[in-house]
């Protein structure tokens, strides 16, 4: 499995599968949002997995998501202790 945002996954890929046997496997990575990633509005992610058959050519799968952040209640602080939220409307 890949995942370009990720970069090092954890866990214990699949390394031999019998034709017609089933097995599963959890590899967990993170991503610490950035700021503009909340400006966006959102975060999208896609992982690629791939995997080599007895005969022909490699097969690969590729599944994403969306992360909507347009309700985030992301805060700035300033050196006054005043708020401000990210559109700027202090409290």
């Not at 019998?18 to 959890?26: D, N, Y």
């Not at 966006?40 to 599944?63: C, F, I």
């Amino acid at each position: 499995m890949t995942d370009p945002k990720i970069g090092s996954l954890t866990g214990s890929p699949i390394a031999s599968l019998a034709p017609g046997a089933a097995s599963a496997v959890t590899l967990t990575g993170s991503h610490t949002l950035t700021q503009a990633d909340i400006d966006s509005g959102g975060y999208s992610n896609t992982a690629t997995t791939s995997g080599n058959p007895p005969t022909g050519s490699p097969v690969t799968s590729t599944d994403g998501d969306f992360a909507d952040l347009g309700g985030c209640a992301f805060r700035n602080f300033s050196e006054d202790g005043r708020t401000a939220s990210r559109y700027g409307t202090p409290h």
